[in-house]
């Protein structure tokens, strides 16, 4: 156990729809970080948030959005979904600022029919 | 760009065997770190070693680094049928840019 926690760990929805995928990071930690992983693009990352602030961004599609809260919980906003956004999303958690150990999350797999 | 490019894609090897998995990369950095992933399971990390450093253990598991030819390999000794999984390495930069780059990983599987 990582001491990551998403939720929720299953989502099916359909094309066109908006969901929210949440993330707690381990206690102590100020940065998270999102992934997404499918069987095609591999294990790619969209977004960090370092204490609050956005901090890095990667390969995040407009439709994707994401915001960490004051008590660092974190959410991944995926709107006007499509079939190809259909994938594992994960959430990792470190210390501080990017460069040191993550702990992952054990995924929200979303389901875009 | 992918940072980090694993080596080989894939590997199959008996219980028991070695299993040597390498990473190459482009650009300096601090450190570079592995990470195991089961099927459809969060990373988890499993070692770093930091650009100063020529080899590392943790176990079963042994990390060289190589900077001057940008490349490391992560030697798994004695296998076991559990470590079948997915192997990435990451390249960790610190500064203005400071993140953790992963590569596209390596399927490993121990057969039994």
């Known amino acids: 156990d990582s001491g990551v926690t998403q939720t929720p760990k299953h989502l099916i929805t359909a094309t066109g729809q908006r969901v929210t995928l949440r993330c707690s990071p381990r206690s102590g930690d100020l940065s998270v970080y999102w992934y997404q992983q499918s069987l095609d693009q591999g294990l790619q990352f969209l977004i960090q948030?370092?204490?609050?602030?956005?901090?890095a961004k990667g390969n995040i599609l407009e439709r994707f959005s994401a915001q960490q809260f004051p008590d660092l919980h974190s959410e991944l906003n995926l709107s006007s979904l499509e079939l190809g956004d259909s994938a594992l999303y994960f959430c990792?958690?470190?210390?501080?600022?990017?460069?040191?150990?993550?702990?992952f999350g054990p995924g929200t797999r979303l389901l875009v029919l | 760009s992918q940072q980090g490019e694993e080596d080989p894609q894939a590997l199959s090897i008996q219980e028991g065997e070695n299993a040597t998995m390498n990473c190459s990369y482009k650009?300096?950095?601090?450190?570079l770190q592995w990470y195991r992933q089961n099927s459809g399971r969060g990373l988890v990390h499993l070692i770093l070693i930091r650009s100063n450093e020529r080899e590392k253990h943790s176990g079963r598991l042994r990390v060289t680094l190589d900077t001057s030819k940008k490349s490391s390999s992560l030697l798994i000794t004695a296998s076991r049928a559990a470590d079948t999984a997915s192997y990435f390495c990451?390249?960790?930069?610190?500064?203005?840019?400071?993140?953790?780059?992963f590569g596209k990983g390596i399927t490993l599987s121990v057969r039994p």
């Open positions: 990451a390249t960790g930069r610190t500064g203005a840019n400071s993140k953790l780059t």
């Open positions: 650009t300096s950095i601090n450190n």
């Open positions: 948030y370092y204490n609050g602030e956005e901090r």
């Open positions: 990792a958690s470190s210390a501080q600022t990017g460069w040191e150990t993550q702990y």
